[in-house]
Every structure is written in structure tokens, then in C-alpha cells.
């Protein structure tokens, strides 16, 4: 089991930035794959950015490709998404995910996600 908190949503200006930090808990923090989905109103959960085991690859939607970038600490078990450029089409719920393998598409482990609000 792995247990994901996000924190770092808010209330931003269309331009600017927040970082989402997500704190991981249960098992070993190098073992698991990490990720992030977000899901706006009226819309189908979407991938967002995913990032391997010893953090040396990373995939990204084109949506965000270029603006948000996706790290890990393996020290501090947390994952980070950096989101620059934000703008209204970026208002969503972001959630955390985990699993053994690389994807964008499957995930095991969610968080309760966090409230990203783009204001213009």
C-alpha cells in the first residue's frame, strides 16, 4: 500500500506558477513510478506527467510539455510538479499517483487530489 497527500493548489493568476508537492508514505520511495493526473469540470481525468523510479525520465502531455516539469527527492518521498505559464485551461483537480511501472495511463495509488484554479 502507498498512501499520497498533495499539497500546493490555489488560486493563481493566468501567467503564473505553483508548485504541487505530494508526500508518499507505505512503501520504499524509490520502488514506485510517480505521476500526476487532473481532472477539470465537465471533463475526463487526463494525465498530466509521469516521472521513472530514479527519476531519470519523465513524460509529459503536449498540453503542459514546456511549462510544467515533474521532479522527485527521493530523500524527502515527495514528487513535485512545477507549473509555469498557467492558464484557464489548467483549472482542474490534480492527483498524485504511484505504481511499480512506467506509464500514462494506469495507476494503482491515487491521492485525494488538490484544487489548481487559474484565474484570468
Known amino acids: 500500500q502507498v498512501q499520497l497527500v498533495e499539497s500546493g493548489g490555489g488560486l493563481v493568476l493566468a501567467g503564473g506558477s505553483l508548485r504541487l508537492s505530494c508526500a508518499a508514505s507505505?512503501?520504499?520511495?524509490?520502488?514506485?513510478?510517480l505521476g500526476w493526473f487532473r481532472q477539470a469540470p465537465g471533463k475526463e481525468r487526463e494525465f498530466v506527467a509521469a516521472i521513472s523510479r530514479s527519476g531519470s525520465v519523465t513524460s509529459y502531455a503536449d498540453s503542459v510539455k514546456g511549462r510544467f516539469t515533474i521532479y522527485r527527492d527521493n530523500a524527502k518521498n515527495t514528487v513535485y510538479l512545477q507549473m509555469n505559464e498557467l492558464n484557464y485551461e489548467d483549472t482542474a483537480i490534480y492527483y498524485c499517483v504511484a505504481d511499480s511501472l512506467f506509464s500514462t495511463a494506469q495507476y494503482n495509488y491515487w491521492g485525494q487530489g488538490t484544487q489548481v484554479t487559474v484565474s484570468s
Open positions: 507505505g512503501r520504499p520511495f524509490s520502488s514506485y513510478t
